[in-house]
């Protein structure tokens, strides 16, 4: 593996997730251009899928779902600039001409993952909602607001249940596809094998990334625009962290 980062490694444990946050801050305070531009990016395609499909809630869900899953593949290069402490747009754009192949081939696997979320959940609300649900409004109305619990709770569990594997299958593969030469299968099981043997700070790992990504969303998209390189760049300390085995092979 190279390692060509001074960051030195530390074992993984609850505290890790804010040392990640930490070190992640720091990189984009040091070199702010490419995550900023990254992010301004993200956040105008986001409001312009909102605007597209504003009046349509199975073409906004399908276009919010398919952006959240693939977002993370979009902000890949600034793993390379974690990496390469001085690296900047030069060295993203020149990674992703060279056209790695692998990573087009996880970006597919994860719009797969996310067309079958947008199914599963468009059979769940239709079969059990009492109203057709056709505008983000009858969502928020018959759905999210009504008094009983039920329908909108499965969903939300649905999601989680969902969301679990594909969290846990990119959260070591997209930085070690850009590190090194692993296929998809060998970064993937790599992935699963971190999660495994730190189950504690993984998942509150992933709750930080999903309160923070709902916190940008919630600003109108706004805070992605800082949150988005802070959360790509911090993913990069926490491969570091859940791979140091391999480094000291």
């Known amino acids: 593996m190279t390692d060509s980062t001074p960051h030195s490694t530390h074992p993984v444990s609850l505290q890790s997730p804010w040392r990640w946050l930490a070190l ?18 993200l956040t105008a395609f986001g409001w312009l899928l909102l605007w597209a499909a504003r009046d349509q ?14 977002a993370p593949i979009l902000a890949t290069g600034l793993y390379q600039v974690s990496r390469q402490r001085r690296a900047g ?11 790695d192949g692998r990573l087009v081939k996880f970006g597919l696997l994860l719009g797969l993952a996310g067309t079958g979320w947008v199914l599963t959940s468009a059979g769940l609300i ?21 008094r009983q619990v039920g329908l909108f709770e ?8 969902l969301a679990a594997p594909v969290f846990a299958s990119t ?16 970064a993937v099981a790599e992935s699963w ?22 916190l940008g969303m919630a600003t109108g998209l706004l805070g992605l625009i800082v949150l988005i390189p802070l959360l790509a760049h911090a993913s990069w300390h926490a491969y570091r962290d859940l791979t140091a085995h391999r480094m000291e092979r």
């Open 24 to 41: 992640g801050w720091a990189d984009l305070r040091r070199n702010p251009v490419p995550g900023l531009v990254h992010g301004l990016l």
């Open 57 to 70: 809630f199975w073409l906004l869900a399908g276009a919010f779902s398919g952006f959240l899953i693939v």
């Open 89 to 99: 747009l030069g060295e993203v754009i020149q990674l992703w001409r060279s056209g």
């Open 126 to 146: 239709t079969l059990g909602s009492p109203v057709p649900i056709l505008k983000p409004v009858d969502f928020l109305r018959h759905v999210v607001l009504v």
């Open 154 to 161: 499965v969903w939300l569990l649905l999601g989680a249940l």
């Open 171 to 186: 959260v070591v593969a997209l930085p070690m596809l850009v590190d090194t030469r692993a296929s998809v299968m060998e």
């Open 193 to 214: 094998r971190a999660v495994a043997t730190h189950p504690g700070p993984m998942v509150l790992w992933a709750v930080v990334i999903a309160f923070l990504v709902g």
